[in-house]
């Protein structure tokens, strides 16, 4: 069926006013992902909870293109919600039936979370600070939403005493909160300077710590494992299910077990 709010909308500032309800909704109901996916005679909309994509709704073939250029001309949307704001990213894909838009949902400006917050107990927190001061590579690991960026701010926050070069590298479009004593550089693959390149600068800068959100390819992973052999503190993220996964990773990236024992050092 096709969804009641869209069948009469015709007019621009309509078809905005859906797409800001539907996110601003997504939000609430802790969606990761929207997914506009056009087929032969209408659009479906699928949602991504806890990493399951389940179908919501279809949308009439003609509202199709007009949402399409909506989100390309906003690019970075930023809504206004009670108690917080939402950031939406979008990804296109050309298709058979059309471009294929990927909506990624995220609070702006989230708060740092204490470590306790994310369950870890006291003496595991001490540990995870001892291991870090003893270099080496810190993998966070785990499916799209389940906590890596949050779980490293937390321990970025345990770091930041203002007497170490602590370096983060992030995607430039990704909302994360603000940690101070933290150097942030963001890198920006659409305009030539990749998360590799962004990596090389910070190592010149001739860092305490480093950490980069997220290990996306074989290049900056090995700038990576490099600084962690050399028992500089690295913090990653990578998406994989659990450690198992992430080894396998590296792996077919072309690294050696005797490698990746060496430099990693903890996973969480």
Not at 119 to 142: P, V, Y
Request: glycine residues 4%.
């Amino acid at each position: 069926m096709f969804s009641p709010a869209i069948q009469n909308t015709t007019a621009a500032a309509e078809l905005d006013a859906f797409i800001r309800k539907l996110l601003a909704q997504a939000f609430y109901d802790n969606v990761l992902e929207i997914h506009l996916i056009p087929n032969r005679y209408d659009t479906q909309i699928c949602r991504n909870v806890d990493g399951v994509l389940s179908p919501a709704f279809f949308l009439p073939k003609k509202f199709h293109e007009p949402a399409i250029e909506y989100f390309k001309k906003e690019e970075r949307l930023v809504l206004a919600i009670p108690e917080s704001r939402i950031v939406c990213r979008v990804s296109f894909l050309p298709t058979e039936y059309g471009e294929e838009a990927v909506l990624k949902l995220a609070e702006a400006n989230p708060a740092v979370r204490e470590l306790s917050e994310l369950n870890f107990s006291a003496d595991e927190s001490a540990r995870l600070q001892k291991q870090l001061n003893q270099g080496g590579m810190m993998i966070i690991t785990g499916p799209a939403g389940s906590g890596k960026t949050t779980t490293l701010y937390s321990l970025l926050a345990t770091l930041n005493e203002h007497t170490r070069n602590v370096c983060l590298l992030s995607e430039m479009s990704v909302p994360e909160p603000t940690l101070a004593g933290v150097n942030h550089s963001y890198f920006n693959s659409s305009k030539g300077y990749g998360p590799a390149a962004g990596l090389r600068a910070i190592l010149r800068q001739i860092p305490d710590v480093i950490a980069i959100d997220e290990l996306a390819d074989r290049e900056t992973a090995d700038i990576a494992l490099q600084a962690a052999l050399k028992k500089l503190p690295v913090l990653a993220t990578l998406p994989s299910e659990n450690f198992t996964a992430a080894r396998k990773q590296l792996a077919d990236w072309g690294f050696s077990n005797a490698t990746i024992t060496s430099a990693v050092r903890t996973n969480i």
